[in-house]
């Protein structure tokens, strides 16, 4: 065979190194520490999955991932802080369906979470469970319907921030009641406002209301998962008294736009392993998560519908973006 002309051997050569740097790229990833950006404050179910999630990966890279608590504007500048950070693999960010309400309710200027991230992968949901002051008398969930369509104006619910009125202005949607909102600033204020019986109902995450819910000051209804959850063994499913009800926060893995495909692969691939370790499932079970991956295309199918389901609400006049 006669060699090629110099010039073909420098093609080859140069087409040859264009397709080994993706490999080197991939063999090397990561070569110093990663950064996981969490648009919420430390000590809460969001934080806490992503450090559980960083230590495991932090084994199994043997490279630091650092947990960054980026808190303030309902998570938008967090959120911001990913999408501006450099697209190298070394920026990752940990969010929840806040990103598709903020989309409708708060946006932001800056960046649309549907095309300034890249969703990795999905790792799990919170249910919720449904329950109400022991003084309100009733004892199931189509109970409950009942006495707040009879009794319109006289139930109550408190929220923080706009996942909670999501949570219950769907309850309301489906149900056909007009259960009212009262904002607070803090869940503990909740909570205090619960118990004293000032407000009556919540549809809340379990963590918020599991010890006032063991102890009896407060009543649970139902769970919104398929099953009895972990924390709440003796409560049942919603079931068929809401069939439609589908109220879950979920936890996804992002980077910003245009990193490297070996990269995304990477920690997609890693967050699978680790989900699957039993320090990590048992760690997530005890802060409310139920670990669930799913693919980069599961994680962008779950944002579009809770958008769109949120974008119904507000049509309907349920919900109002900014209030």
């Given at each position: 065979?006669?060699?090629?002309?110099?010039?073909?051997?420098?093609?080859?050569?140069?087409?040859?190194?264009?397709?080994?740097?993706?490999?080197?790229?991939?063999?090397?990833?990561?070569?110093?520490?990663?950064?996981?950006?969490?648009?919420?404050?430390?000590?809460?179910?969001?934080?806490?999955?992503?450090?559980?999630?960083?230590?495991?990966?932090?084994?199994?890279?043997?490279?630091?991932?650092?947990?960054?608590?980026?808190?303030?504007?309902?998570?938008?500048?967090?959120?911001?802080?990913?999408?501006?950070?450099?697209?190298?693999?070394?920026?990752?960010?940990?969010?929840?369906?806040?990103?598709?309400?903020?989309?409708?309710?708060?946006?932001?200027?800056?960046?649309?979470?549907?095309?300034?991230?890249?969703?990795?992968?999905?790792?799990?949901?919170?249910?919720?469970?449904?329950?109400?002051?022991?003084?309100?008398?009733?004892?199931?969930?189509?109970?409950?319907?009942?006495?707040?369509?009879?009794?319109?104006?006289?139930?109550?619910?408190?929220?923080?921030?706009?996942?909670?009125?999501?949570?219950?202005?769907?309850?309301?949607?489906?149900?056909?009641?007009?259960?009212?909102?009262?904002q607070y600033r803090a869940m503990s204020n909740v909570q205090v406002d619960l118990l004293a019986g000032r407000i009556e109902v919540f549809l809340t995450t379990p963590a918020?209301?599991?010890?006032?819910?063991?102890?009896?000051?407060?009543?649970?209804?139902?769970?919104?998962?398929?099953?009895?959850?972990?924390?709440?063994?003796?409560?049942?499913?919603?079931?068929?008294?809401?069939?439609?009800?589908?109220?879950?926060?979920?936890?996804?893995?992002?980077?910003?736009?245009?990193?490297?495909?070996?990269?995304?692969?990477?920690?997609?691939?890693?967050?699978?392993?680790?989900?699957?370790?039993?320090?990590?499932?048992?760690?997530?079970?005890?802060?409310?998560?139920?670990?669930?991956?799913?693919?980069?295309?599961?994680?962008?199918?779950?944002?579009?519908?809770?958008?769109?389901?949120?974008?119904?609400?507000?049509?309907?006049?349920?919900?109002?973006?900014?209030?």
């Amino acid at each position: 065979m006669r060699p090629l002309p110099r010039p073909g051997r420098r093609a080859l050569l140069a087409a040859a190194g264009a397709l080994a740097l993706p490999l080197a790229h991939a063999q090397s990833y990561p070569s110093r520490p990663v950064r996981v950006i969490v648009p919420f404050g430390v000590g809460g179910n969001t934080d806490a999955a992503a450090r559980l999630l960083g230590a495991k990966l932090t084994e199994r890279w043997r490279q630091q991932v650092v947990v960054e608590n980026r808190t303030g504007a309902e998570g938008n500048i967090g959120t911001e802080a990913a999408v501006r950070s450099p697209p190298d693999g070394y920026t990752l960010y940990f969010g929840t369906n806040t990103l598709s309400i903020n989309r409708v309710m708060a946006p932001s200027p800056a960046f649309d979470p549907l095309k300034d991230l890249e969703p990795i992968a999905l790792i799990g949901t919170t249910e919720f469970v449904l329950g109400v002051h022991p003084d309100v008398p009733v004892t199931t969930t189509a109970e409950l319907i009942q006495y707040a369509r009879a009794n319109p104006d006289k139930l109550r619910y408190g929220a923080t921030s706009f996942q909670g009125v999501f949570a219950m202005e769907q309850f309301n949607a489906l149900a056909g009641t007009r259960i009212e909102r009262v904002q607070y600033r803090a869940m503990s204020n909740v909570q205090v406002d619960l118990l004293a019986g000032r407000i009556e109902v919540f549809l809340t995450t379990p963590a918020s209301v599991a010890q006032f819910i063991h102890s009896g000051r407060l009543r649970a209804l139902g769970v919104t998962s398929d099953r009895p959850l972990p924390g709440l063994p003796d409560v049942r499913p919603i079931g068929a008294a809401l069939p439609n009800l589908k109220v879950a926060t979920w936890y996804g893995m992002y980077a910003p736009l245009k990193t490297p495909t070996d990269a995304l692969a990477k920690v997609s691939a890693d967050l699978a392993w680790a989900i699957e370790q039993p320090d990590v499932l048992s760690g997530l079970e005890k802060v409310g998560v139920i670990a669930r991956f799913g693919s980069a295309d599961a994680l962008r199918s779950v944002m579009t519908k809770d958008v769109e389901t949120v974008e119904e609400l507000v049509r309907r006049g349920v919900m109002k973006p900014g209030s």
